[in-house]
Antibody, heavy 119, light 105 residues
């Protein structure tokens, strides 16, 4: 399975960060697959952002929940992330990934895309 | 949210055994997964459900989980094992440990 992130590499403060992940080599509607976003600020650790199932169930990091939304487009085999009101603290490499149910580990990752927040 | 604590760094001599811990409240009752991340690369799963290895991961990698500590063990450490290692759990939300930088001397 392959995942590929796409989206702007630069976002202005207070604006909305939007990224898309294209899934290939497998179905986004697979029963044992959940779809997730993880980010990594420069020289920092991994931070889970959100996870969703193709039917629409969503799970959010409590620290980001007020600003984040995740959605899926099964017809295009892709899922998306929106992060509102960004600040410099949101500058990071953003990864999309597949999580395997029932025990929710990440078994496939995109290569990651760097998003910088700057005026 | 559930907190996972890892040491910032661990050093191991070439060919020896490295142990990386991940501490959390009663973590033994949860399923712990481990990832290896080399500089400039995406993370790679090395252990899932405490002690299971994906087929492409060498047998030198093993895991255990009991009480308040989960442990990733790397036997016969090689230079190529130098990386950051992260533990992760799921409980209606996901959490990563802060990561451990493994240095092979």
């Amino acid at each position: 399975m392959q995942l590929q992130e796409s989206g702007p590499g630069l976002v202005k403060p207070s604006e909305t960060l939007s990224l898309t992940c294209a899934v290939s080599g497998g179905s986004i509607s697979s029963k044992n697959s959940y779809w997730a976003w993880v980010r990594q600020a420069p020289e920092k650790g991994l931070e889970w952002i959100a996870t969703m199932y193709y039917t629409g169930s969503t799970y959010y990091n409590p620290s980001l929940k007020s600003r984040v939304s995740i959605s899926v487009d099964t017809s295009r085999e892709q899922f998306s992330l929106r992060l509102r009101s960004v600040t410099a603290a949101d500058t990071a490499i953003y990864y999309c990934a597949r999580m395997v149910s029932v025990f929710f580990w990440f078994d496939s990752w995109g290569q990651g895309t760097l998003v910088s927040v700057s005026a | 949210s559930y907190e996972l604590t890892q040491p910032l760094s661990v050093s191991v001599a070439l060919g020896q055994t490295a142990k990386i811990t991940c501490k959390g409240n009663n973590i033994g009752s949860r399923n712990v997964h481990w990832y290896q991340q080399k500089p400039g690369q995406a993370p790679v799963l090395v252990i899932y459900r405490d002690a299971n290895r994906p087929s492409e991961v060498p047998e030198r990698f093993s895991g255990s989980n009991s009480g308040n500590t989960a442990t990733l063990t790397i036997s016969r450490a090689q230079a190529g094992d130098e990386a950051a290692y992260y533990c992760q759990v799921w409980d209606s939300s996901s959490a990563f440990g802060g990561g451990t930088k493994l240095t092979v001397l």
